[in-house]
């Protein structure tokens, strides 16, 4: 115990509340003010009395149809200079409330069960986290992303100061590190649910859970330091501000304040479930239990409560009975949580993007089938919109210094495709690669004539409308073995074009089938040639409108399986995926689906931290100019994901100047 140090003794008791308080957090205005959540459904702004002590009811809010189980304030904006007040229920909404009204502002709904936790960051982003087992980002009034991968309730979340990065505990008993929504990495340690999370550094953070330990850890994964001290449940920790010491409470009747690692004191309280804390800016500590009490404890002699007062208390806590089972949970059901039947299984979770496992499988020879100087699926020189044209400027034409802040890169109006092609060395493979299938998915003479004719009707631009029998020998050619496929996946390419093949293969009868099979194709464990091939027909499925309406309706799927090849180290797979999320950008900029473009920002945001290639680089800042021009909210949500920051580097590239020139365009939008 440290010793000398001033001790922390009762302030003062406020009731007001009618059932347990399950929330508590600082509030920006009044200054030394507080916001409590309760049970009783409803919210509260406790604002100081005096210089000294007491704080008084100011404002009480409701719009909850049940239980208020967390709260958090969203910083100051130009429209809400006070900040908002953020509260999660067991009605499974989010209620967001101003200072001037007792009723909400709006109410977000999304998630399929209690919201339990809630986090803000900057630019008005709030993070929460529920029993449904998934963790939401909201920007305003609208859900941007929702990040799966705990397989139990998600009972705390954190938004860390480096932007982007985000934590969430679970009941799964991990805690996950997500940036720019997607999960870069899991921490494992504690044996029971993760109840509470806080925030010490960029680097550093400390968590809390039912295991009765708190663990500091570093982001980079290491656990620093346990610590013990409490007998049951730990819910909710707090830290001092501007220093690393902190406040926990718990299942054990007691608060406890910790010093340079060590517990400096427990304070007894009189009820069983110490629910929540907040520390001031004083350093004074509010604590909410289940007795629906708020009490302040405080160090300063001039803050400390009257004798009387602290006589009451005592008798109070001499007088409180122990429930005889420890009371685990107040009185909530244990058996109706959810994520019980969750407590013996590791902690799982989805394959990891940034892990070292990606790459290894990625072939860096040019072309892992033919060799050099004959057909390469995807060499370089078949990279670009018709040979020598930048699909983005027209040409590679001079342009003076002058028009350099003319803007013509993005919003970007249309899809780009991959169209270069050489046919005859693609149906000699096609031909020579026949002769090494299986029996029963060889094609005929016939069938090859079949081909053959489709390739020539494409690259000819030619009026005339490929048959179903030649359709249905493309559908057979692509289902080829994957080793062999490439060069079907090629003439598939090319043709998908063409607005009866778009409509054959894109349809709503079709499609589903026909991309779930180009999406195996994508399989990162796979050939490179094919998930180069598949990823360029993607592309070019854009330029028709069933092509186009499939590519919507599959995005989720499609977009995340296609990011899992970031990994690579193929320049040509990096151009395709970033000219997939360039045509996703073409979309949303018409039609401002705001969930769609929060995906294809955080898409960008994760492939700009591995892409080398500049063209691959200059795709993605299109998109990303593309995604947010004339839209406040996507600037807003770029800017939380930190992607100011990251692109900032790419306006020094002298070549190709467009990607500078691309760069800058953005950063002043930012």
Known sequence: MASGAARYRLSCSLSGHELDVRGLVCCLSPPGAFVSVSRDRTTRLWVPDSPNRGFTEMHCM?????????????????????????????????????????????????????VCSLSSGKFGTLLSGSWDTTAKVWLNDKCMMTLQGHTAAVWAVKILPEQGLMLTGSADKTIKLWKAGRCERTFSGHEDCVRGLAILSET???????????????????????????????????????????????????????????????????????????????????????????????????????AEEIKAFEKDLSQATIDSKTGDLGDINAEQLPGREHLNEAGGGRYVPGSSSGSADTLPAPDPFTGVGRYVPGSASMGTTMAGVDPFTGNSAYRSAASKTENIYFPKKEAVTFDQANPTQILGKLKELNGTAPEE?????????????????????????????????LWKAINWPEDIVFPALDILRLSIKHPSVNENFCN???????????????????????????????????????????????????????????????????????????????????????????????????????????????????????????????????????????????????????????????????
């Open 441 to 473: 998915k060889k094609l005929t003479e016939d069938d090859l004539i079949l081909l053959e004719k489709i390739l020539s009707l494409i690259c000819n631009s030619s009026s005339e409308k490929p048959t179903t029998q030649q359709l249905h020998i």
């Open 204 to 306: 550093e953070f400390l968590s809390c859970a039912n295991d009765a330990s708190i663990r500091k850890w570093q982001i980079t994964g290491e656990c620093l330091e346990v610590y013990y001290g409490h007998t049951n449940y730990i819910y909710s920790i707090s830290v001092f501000p501007n220093c690393k010491d902190f406040v926990t409470t718990a299942e054990d009747r007691s608060l406890r304040i910790w010093k340079q690692g060590e517990c400096a004191q427990t304070i007894r309280l009189p009820a069983q479930s110490i629910w929540c804390c907040c520390v001031l800016d004083n350093g004074d500590i509010v604590v909410g239990a289940s007795d629906g009490i708020i009490r302040v404890f405080t160090e300063s002699e001039d803050r400390t409560a009257s």
């Open 62 to 114: 409701s719009g909850h149809s049940n239980f208020v189980s967390c709260v958090c304030i969203i910083p100051s904006s130009d429209v809400y200079p006070h900040g908002l007040i953020a509260t999660g229920g067991n009605d499974h909404n989010i209620c967001i409330f101003s200072l001037e009204s007792p009723a909400p502002l709006y109410i977000l709904k999304g998630h399929k069960n209690t």
């Open 508 to 670: 709503e009868k079709e499609g589903a089938q026909f991309s779930s099979h180009l999406i195996s194709l994508m399989n990162p464990k796979g050939k490179p040639a094919n998930q180069l091939l598949a990823l360029r027909t993607f592309c070019n499925c854009f330029v028709g409108q069933a092509g186009q309406k499939l590519m919507m309706s599959q995005r989720e799927s499609l977009m995340s399986h296609a990011i899992e090849l970031k990994s690579g180290i193929n320049k040509n797979i990096h151009i395709a995926l970033a000219t997939l999320t360039l045509n996703y950008s073409v979309c949303f900029h018409k039609d401002h689906n705001i969930e769609g473009k929060a995906q294809c920002l955080s898409v960008i945001s994760t492939v700009l931290e591995v892409v080398q290639d500049l063209e691959a680089t200059f795709r993605l800042l299109v998109a990303l100019g593309t995604l947010i021009s004339d839209d406040s909210n996507a600037v807003q949500l770029a800017k939380s994901l930190g992607v100011d920051s990251q692109i900032k580097k790419y306006a020094s590239v002298s070549e190709p100047a467009k990607v500078s020139e691309c760069c800058r365009l953005i950063l002043n939008l930012l």
